[in-house]
């Protein structure tokens, strides 16, 4: 295994992004950046483009490219990122950002992105079964659910389907998904940064998957 790794992780909702993510970050030894959480972190911090993005999110506006570009930026600048890698979850979105994103990680750049593949079909029925718990966030499905009826295992707390979990809701989502991730596809297919690898099945064979797919390319880029 080549030590650290610099990744970008692509995938619709319900493709089991966020698992993979955080198991390639153990793999790898590199912090897993989940954009939501780093956008929370610099407002929580007052960081020059968090105090921005707090303004604009008070006002009930959306965080427009070059504040996100202006978080990530300053989260790839800290020694962890800088000194061992890092993969991004959640950026970038547009095409703008994809551009903005190769050039505060120069001179390394990006080693890849990696497009989870599993079908909108599979995503939909796994989406559509999931539930939560109201209080803690735990999470269960139709396919396992708490042991006692909707009664959350960890808290006790009330066991639901979520108002953006039903099959209209998702489907929106996943459209708007598309449309979004479409040209941010062909863009890194047009610069040979993209690898795709099959994310549907249990997660153990998905990360066996997804670790030779990217030391493969990882490899023969040495």
Known sequence: MIPGARLVMLGRQGAGKGTQCVRL??????????????????????????????????AGELVPDDIMVGIVDERLTRDDTRNRGFILDGFPRTVGQASA???????????????????????????????????CGANYST?????????????????????????????RRLDLYDKETSPLIEWFQARDLLIEVDGDGDPDPVTGRLVDAIDRVRESRR
Request: a negative charge; glycine letters at 6%; proline letters at 5%.
């Open 25 to 58: 970050s153990r793999h790898y030894v590199v912090p897993h950046i989940s954009t939501g959480d780093i956008l929370r972190a610099a407002v929580r911090e007052a960081t020059e483009f968090g105090q921005k993005a707090k303004a604009i999110m008070d």
């Open 101 to 135: 994103l190769l050039d505060i990680t120069q001179p390394r750049g990006i080693d890849m992105v990696v497009n989870l593949e599993v079908p909108r079909e599979v995503v939909l029925v796994r989406l559509a079964s999931r539930r939560v718990c109201a209080d």
């Open 143 to 171: 396919e396992r659910p708490p042991r006692y009826g909707t009664t959350c295992d960890v808290c006790g707390g009330d066991v639901i389907q979520r108002e953006d979990d039903t099959v209209e809701a998702i489907t």
